[in-house]
Nanobody, 115 residues
Framework: QVQLVESGGGLVQPGGSLRLSCVVS????????MGWYRQAPGKQRELVAT???????NYADFVNGRFTISSVNAKNTVYLEMNSLKSEDTAVYYC?????????WGQGTQVTVSS
């Protein structure tokens, strides 16, 4: 069993920045993909960004260069740096880990972009 714990959400003004963190409870030694997803009220959960164990990254089109996903394997941590935030980025952000049959989610962290 693996636990994922997100942190770093909060209230920020449009144009502001936040950095989300996701700590994995144990080291994953096999090939994995970690991702950030988000779900706004009344909408389906959608992919924001992913990073593989090999360091390959992928972003949703709406990111448009504003967000950066990164990982520090020594800390079992994945980050999502978000800049130039817009009101439409308001959502609960979830961390996800996929590795083989493992598919784990965190509890989510709220991001609210509002003036």
């Amino acid at each position: 069993q693996v636990q994922l714990v997100e942190s770093g959400g909060g209230l920020v003004q449009p144009g502001g920045s936040l950095r989300l963190s996701c700590v994995v409870s144990r080291t994953i030694f096999s090939i994995y993909t970690m991702g950030w997803y988000r779900q706004a009220p009344g909408k389906q959960r959608e992919l924001v960004a992913t990073i593989t164990s090999g360091g390959r990254t992928n972003y949703a089109d709406f990111v448009n260069g504003r967000f950066t996903i990164s990982s520090v394997n020594a800390k079992n941590t994945v980050y999502l740096e978000m800049n130039s935030l817009k009101s439409e980025d308001t959502a609960v952000y979830y961390c996800n880990l996929k590795s083989g049959f493992l598919d784990s989610w965190g509890q989510g962290t709220q991001v609210t972009v509002s003036s």
